[in-house]
């Protein structure tokens, strides 16, 4: 039996050019800066939090970029976007 070749069940059509950020039409591309500077500034304004027991604790999300002066972070485990 033939092993399948890896390419031949991978449809380049279906992977998206563009972020799956949660941005409308208008939005500008992302940009990218220090990550542990998105993290501190989204826990000093309240957005995610260094306790380990809250529900927006940092160590659960992950940079995604920064679009119109907003730092956008996803969830480890639900993908869901921080608002």
Known sequence: ???????????FDIVPNTFDLPLDDAAAPPTFKNPNQAFETAIAQG?????????H???????????????????????????
Not at 1 to 11: G, I, Q, R, V, W
Not at 47 to 55: E, G, H, K, Q, W
Not at 68 to 77: E, G, Q, R, T, V
Request: glycine share 4%; charged share 25%; no cysteine.
């Open 47 to 55: 957005r995610l939090t260094d306790v380990a027991s809250a529900p």
């Open 1 to 11: 039996m033939k092993t399948p070749d890896l390419f031949e069940y991978t449809n």
């Open 57 to 83: 604790y940092a160590g659960r999300y992950m940079y995604m970029g920064t679009v119109n002066d907003k730092d956008l972070f996803k969830h480890i485990l639900t993908r869901e976007y921080l608002p």
